[in-house]
């Protein structure tokens, strides 16, 4: 077996101890080959006994979960990649859900690294800087923030007091939890709002309270880039318009 096809069946196996869903399609834009060069690559594991199937309600391959493989060594490169990442994760005056858990993942990881790699990527990273935009207020949003990823992943519909910038006041939101995004700057839940009864973006620091209400949704006919469109920024007005725009000569190449 050749070194490429070598370092994409052992990539295959790590992307399926994920848990992500990776079909064929996906592994090969992933790994940037034919489906075929896929199915191939797959064939490999197969008579090697990796034991992996194919869910077909999913559409996705996985890898039963008794099977483990130590991960495969860090680059310099991919390792200075993730901590420079995490710093930026990091420095926000509030924890930020979801990104606090990923620098915690960073940290175990760099302290596992091999001595040489470990302190190259110390002295690099003096060097390097990412700057990121200021990040919205996360002060208690944990439990806001878990309680909505466990019902989307459930799909189970929630109930909350939420303060609604656009009627002024605090409603009393039921959505059913289509998609949590984070958005250049804060969370967001997009879903059906019962009162409204059409699909609505909450942002999930103005819930004063959020709660499981027990009742189960079908999962959504659309995907999140169907509701959003061509949406300026993250939310859809329904309406296009056409706009030009001059700048003056000092800008206008960039």
Do not use: C
């Not at 959505?175 to 984070?182: G, H, I």
């Amino acid at each position: 077996m050749d070194i490429s096809r070598l370092h994409r069946v052992l990539k295959i196996i790590t992307l399926l101890q994920t848990r992500r869903h990776w079909g064929p399609e996906e592994l090969a834009q992933e790994l940037e080959v034919s489906r075929r060069t896929v199915y191939r690559d797959l064939n490999m594991l197969e008579l090697a006994g990796i034991p992996f199937y194919f869910d077909r309600a999913k559409g996705s391959y996985s890898i039963h979960e008794t099977y483990w493989l130590p991960p495969i060594n860090l680059s310099l490169d991919e390792a200075l990649s993730l901590i420079a990442l995490a710093d930026v994760s990091s420095g926000s005056p509030a924890a930020v859900p979801l990104l606090e858990k990923a620098v915690d993942a960073v940290r175990k990881i760099e302290s596992r690294l091999p001595l040489g790699i470990r302190d190259a990527v110390g002295r690099l990273s003096q060097n390097i800087s990412v700057r990121r935009a200021p990040q919205a207020r996360h002060v208690h949003l944990e439990p806001i923030y878990e309680t909505a990823r466990a019902a989307a992943a459930a799909r189970q519909t929630v109930r909350g007091r939420y303060i609604s910038f656009a009627e002024r006041k605090q409603i009393l939101a039921t959505v059913d939890p289509y998609w949590l995004v984070f958005h250049e700057r804060a969370w967001y839940l997009v879903g059906r709002s019962h009162e409204h009864r059409e699909i609505r973006t909450f942002k999930l620091g103005r819930f004063a309270e959020l709660k499981p209400t027990g009742e189960r949704f079908k999962a959504p006919t659309i995907t999140l880039d169907d509701y959003l469109g061509n949406a300026w920024r993250f939310i859809p007005e329904g309406r296009e318009y056409d706009v030009q725009l001059k700048f003056l000569p000092l800008v206008a190449a960039n």
